[in-house]
DNA sequence: CAGGATCCATATGGATACTG
DNA sequence: CAGTATCCATATGGATCCTG
């Protein structure tokens, strides 16, 4: 594929980083890939986020249709989120993101700590 | 490519959405793709952002390698930014991030506004 | 279990003015 | 031209507590 548009393309650069950007909607995305997850499941794989923080970003996911939220159980509530069919193509792009980050990792992340 | 360890692939996610992420990491890498530029050019091609705001951005890009302050010329002071090898690589990615975004744009984007 | 509510900390970016 | 310095606004995420 080519861009045509030069500046264009840069704007979509960046609406994208603002999908998949921020602290922690890459890495919901990414949980996500591998198969479902209810809440609880989320909150403990993303280690340090809080309910509050965590609802915030699937609800932004959500409105985005990138995520789908599904009611699986009734009583007791069961609620399962899913990658929604574009949100399913985000893997491709995750890969991309991965396979990057592994060949440039010395050289990036080294001075990190 | 695979991803050997999922946690870990993860935990890559992040550390990249890190490097490119933000609201002006990914518009300054995309910029300097096509040629090296100086600091008033990319800030009328960024448009909004303020002289200390690209500083900062461009000081994070240079700590990382990702992009090199190079001077022109001493009097007038001439510097030009321009991507380090590991920054050209970043190429493909925003290839790949800009491809993401022209499929899905329509379904993602539309409700922006 | 899956959040909502409230209040709070910090990070990020911005406005404005100034400089060699 | 290429920044620095200060001060400031807001966004983002967090802590804590509470609920059907």
């Given at each position: 594929?080519e861009?045509?548009?030069?500046q264009q393309?840069?704007?979509?650069?960046?609406?994208?980083?603002?999908?998949?950007?921020g602290?922690?909607?890459?890495q919901?995305?990414?949980h996500l890939?591998?198969d479902?997850?209810?809440f609880n499941e989320?909150?403990?794989?993303?280690?340090k986020?809080?309910?509050?923080?965590?609802?915030?970003e699937?609800?932004?996911?959500?409105?985005?249709?990138?995520?789908?939220?599904?009611?699986?159980?009734?009583?007791?509530i069961?609620?399962?989120?899913?990658?929604?069919?574009?949100g399913m193509?985000?893997?491709?792009?995750?890969?991309?993101?991965?396979e990057?980050?592994?060949k440039?990792?010395?050289?990036?992340?080294?001075?990190d700590?």
């Amino acid at each position: 594929m080519e861009i045509k548009n030069k500046q264009q393309g840069i704007m979509i650069v960046a609406d994208v980083l603002d999908i998949v950007g921020g602290k922690w909607r890459g890495q919901i995305l990414a949980h996500l890939c591998d198969d479902p997850k209810r809440f609880n499941e989320l909150k403990t794989v993303l280690n340090k986020i809080t309910s509050s923080t965590l609802t915030k970003e699937l609800r932004y996911l959500e409105d985005i249709k990138m995520v789908e939220r599904k009611i699986i159980q009734d009583k007791p509530i069961v609620i399962e989120y899913k990658l929604t069919d574009h949100g399913m193509s985000i893997k491709d792009l995750i890969v991309h993101i991965v396979e990057w980050g592994q060949k440039h990792r010395d050289s990036v992340f080294k001075k990190d700590e």
